[in-house]
């Protein structure tokens, strides 16, 4: 299951630079994860300041 993204992001950049896979990318108004390319590690959840990144 891939992590996802909630609309409590505030788009600081945090989590992308923590994904080791680089499935992190500035979305519209909220960073987004790619579903795909996610191996579900929980390293951008850990980073993530406002709770915003969770398991799907």
Same mark, same amino acid.
């Given at each position: 299951?891939?992590h996802v993204?909630?609309? $409590? #992001? !505030?788009? #600081?950049?945090?989590?992308?630079? $923590? #994904?080791p896979v680089?499935?992190?990318? $500035?979305?519209?108004?909220k960073y !987004?994860?790619?579903?795909?390319?996610? !191996?579900? #590690?929980?390293?951008?959840?850990?980073?993530?300041?406002?709770?915003?990144?969770?398991?799907?």
């Amino acid at each position: 299951m891939a992590h996802v993204i909630s609309d $409590e #992001c !505030v788009s #600081c950049g945090s989590c992308e630079g $923590e #994904c080791p896979v680089g499935a992190i990318s $500035e979305g519209d108004g909220k960073y !987004v994860i790619d579903a795909d390319a996610c !191996v579900d #590690c929980g390293a951008c959840a850990a980073s993530c300041p406002t709770g915003a990144i969770s398991a799907e």
